[in-house]
């Protein structure tokens, strides 16, 4: 035993396939002890908030420790700021219409300007934005556009103190109570309300990172469920038909042949499909994968037995008269018990990838009670997270169940290295 534990961690695929899915085991355990609460809690009225850090701005006006600092190139973040995405995109609007202009000696192209590169933008726009030139085909909505956008820019270097007033209704009057200057700032720990959102919220407002470490282990269970019970009908259909042969074998086959015809993902859609909603729990789904699922590890097993059933020890204690389950137990079981490891092992692999794809179809588990990684692919897919540009709704997930199958593939592949005699040699 110690031999082949040895042996086990000396092969560099188990060692990756193990830290990786160890790491993701440990994390999914530690995390809800520094962020516990429901992951399906709705904390966003937005949909698919960026991640990042957010404070609370109402309760930031009620600091009053400021702390002053000169940083630099304090002013030109702000005017980064102050010039948003949209304006940017109406600069060069206005710039590439007055370069196709036919009054205009100016002349660039598109790939020639960098939205990113603020100095150039309002350069560009200093030197050549004129508001009474008309476009031919211009709307008057686009020209008011450009009007404001440029009264915008005029007073971006603008950075003037700012007061902060408080309305009274009982008295119908408002008071001065706070001024802030371009170099006063506070501390975070000094705000009430602070939140971290390392992957941001989806489209429900729900925290995505709390939301994926619990659908990762709602996901493993369903694996191993489904894992466990194709192992086990693989198994016992396996040995039955190899040892037994003849009419057990033909009856076993027969309906292992069966499912194979059948795309074990037709049959898995129908027999989901044919479960009501309320009733398809991740302990159902996990079932219906399993059952579908151990057509392979059954002829594979009965493989293994039927090149082990005439072998001499096998011969011998058919002689002495033991019954069938020690037989099995005793001699055949232990010699296809590490194929029959590495066959879990993958059943773990296709289930999780099956849920997914159950999940996907809208297939999958109830929505209104637990999250599975296929379940948030489904949320993201069904209300245009790439259309968005919410990458964080779907690449984390994506990753997540990429990570899982290719640690759990790599820890078969380095099992098979150590007790395959053809691959060892």
Same mark, same amino acid.
């Given at each position: 035993m110690k031999n082949s534990l040895r042996q086990i961690f000396r092969s560099v695929n188990f060692v990756i396939g193990f830290i990786i899915i160890?790491?993701?085991?440990?994390?999914? +355990? /530690?995390?809800?002890?520094?962020?516990p609460g429901n992951?399906?809690? +709705? /904390?966003?009225y937005n949909s698919f908030i960026p991640p990042g850090t957010y404070f609370s701005l109402y309760d930031s006006l009620d600091v009053t420790r400021t702390y002053q600092l000169r940083?630099?190139?304090a002013d030109r973040a702000r005017i980064y700021a102050k010039l948003r995405p949209v304006d940017r995109e109406t600069i060069k609007d206005w710039i590439l219409q007055y370069s196709e202009y036919e009054g205009s000696d100016f002349h660039i192209n598109e790939e020639d300007i960098d939205l990113e590169y603020t100095e150039g933008l309002l350069q560009l726009w200093w030197e050549n934005y004129d508001p009474e030139i008309r476009f031919?085909?211009?709307?008057?909505?686009?020209?008011r556009a450009f009007a404001r956008l440029d009264v915008r820019i005029d007073g971006i270097f603008d950075f003037y103190d700012k007061e902060v007033w408080m309305y009274f209704p009982e008295l119908g009057e408002s008071e001065l109570v706070n001024t802030v200057s371009v170099m006063d700032y506070v501390r975070v720990d000094d705000i009430a309300n602070v939140r971290v959102l390392p992957l941001g919220t989806d489209n429900f407002g729900r925290d995505m990172l709390k939301q994926l470490v619990s659908a990762t282990g709602t996901s493993l269970i369903i694996g191993l469920i489904a894992g466990l019970i194709a192992t086990f009908l693989g198994l016992i259909m396996g040995l039955l038909a190899g040892y037994l042969s003849g009419v057990v074998?033909?009856?076993?086959?027969?309906?292992?042949?069966?499912?194979?015809?059948?795309?074990?993902?037709?049959?898995?859609?129908?027999?989901?499909?044919?479960?009501?909603q309320a009733q398809r729990g991740p302990t159902t789904v996990a079932i219906v994968i399993g059952m579908t699922s151990w057509v392979w590890t059954a002829r594979s097993v009965r493989a293994q037995v039927l090149s082990l059933r005439n072998r001499d020890h096998v011969n011998l204690s058919r002689l002495s008269g033991h019954s069938l389950p020690r037989i099995v137990i005793k001699d055949i079981l232990p010699y296809i018990a590490s194929y029959v490891v590495m066959a879990f092992i993958l059943q773990v692999s296709t289930g999780i990838l099956a849920e997914a794809g159950l999940s996907m179809l809208g297939l999958g588990p109830r929505t209104t009670e637990t999250a599975t990684l296929g379940l948030m692919m489904n949320w993201a897919m069904r209300y245009s997270a790439h259309l968005s540009g919410a990458w964080w709704a779907y690449y984390p997930v994506i990753l997540v169940i990429a990570a899982v199958s290719f640690s759990l593939n790599l820890i078969n592949t380095g099992l098979d290295q150590v007790f395959n005699p053809q691959l060892r040699d």
């Open positions: 160890a790491s993701i085991l440990l994390f999914i +355990m /530690i995390y809800p002890i520094f962020n992951p399906l809690q +709705m /904390i966003g940083l630099d190139n031919p085909n211009s709307t008057i909505a686009e020209r074998d033909d009856i076993i086959m027969f309906f292992t042949n069966l499912f194979t015809v059948i795309p074990g993902i037709v049959l898995l859609i129908l027999i989901s499909y044919s479960i009501d």
